[in-house]
């Protein structure tokens, strides 16, 4: 998509905005084409239940459908079906890229027929792709159709899950193109390990929905656990979700109040993330590659993760971060104790999660293979 190209007209669907990394991606990649002569980029959000477009993406031409969501609202899945067609005669787009497992399927479908190209983003794994449960396979049954129907370009974040999806979809791995994720790194703000000495409180910090299986409980615990020891910690959320309630509960029993801050929302990660000293990622869910640890990487601040799936293509051999071996207060803690007495060692750690970053994973690679994808999506049409 250089040189002569005509302009493609790409619609991105995602079925709601929820602040997590992968709508953070989809905005940045929203913004890069944005500047692009042969791309011209516009979002539809299927259902009203996450944010408004507004606060997420400065974008001219978005669409906003009034889908519950529900599966069982056959009336409202016929009417969204009816609207998403007109808002595809609307925009005519060349390319249909849909973010996220519901988008893909329901794009598909509520296309169908249409012969329009489709590209499938797939940022994470989820429990229907293995699991027994009736539920499950319905979805993966589902999943399939739409895969017939739409015929897509799939895009997997990490290479682990580009194997681990067509393994349970029973697909070619050669059919998913893995494109790591990448960091917007304009917007990058050096980290506060970088401009304070020792003796100071250490301030760990978290971006990431609130959800079960994300960590936050676990990272509270561990912090009361070295609290308890004499350290000075202080810790700082940014997002929001199902259990920060419970969170909060959590921190209240403890007494710790004056050690947490719960930001809710926020929109400027950069200068969220300047504020940390650690960056922690304690999750359990299936991840794909976090934008969170990414962002964290880029601004040259130590990553303490979980093990999951994919890691290593992140923080590499453990120079640019460090895995806890298991998910556990009692892990978690020991590893915070050690970065809480060793500014040295954070300030390494730091120094090299940065370079990787900047190495490795800036945006402008991702938007170049993105065009990539779309190129092969339209090989044969006359818009090429």
Known sequence: MTGTTPTVRVLHCVDALWAGGGARFMQTLIRYQQRRKDCQPALCVFSPRGLEPSNLVNIDDSRSLEFSGSLKDFPGLFRFALNFRSVLRDFQPDIIHSHMWPACRLSALAGAGMGLRHVWHIHDTWP??????????????????????????????????????????????????????????????????????????????????????????VLIQAVAEIVGRGFDVEVRFAGYGSTEARCRALVAELGLENRFDFRGFVNDIPAFLAELDVFVFPSTAREGMPMTILEAMAAGIPVVSAPFDGVAELIGSGQSGVIVPEVTPCALAAVLEDLAQDPQMRLALGSAAR???WMRFGFNRVDEEIAGVYRAALRGRAIL
């Open 355 to 357: 370079e990787r970053a």
């Open 128 to 217: 229907w792709l293995w699991s027994s449960r009736p539920r499950a396979r319905f979805y993966r049954s589902w999943t399939g159709l739409a895969h017939r129907l739409a015929r897509p370009r799939m895009i997997a974040v990490s290479g682990r899950v580009a194997q681990f999806t067509a393994a349970h979809l029973r697909w070619k791995p050669d059919v998913l193109t893995v494109i790591p994720n990448g960091v917007d790194l304009s917007a990058v703000q050096p980290a506060r390990s970088s401009k304070h000495g020792t003796g100071e409180r250490l301030v760990v910090g978290m971006t990431s929905l609130f959800l079960p299986g994300k960590g936050h409980e």
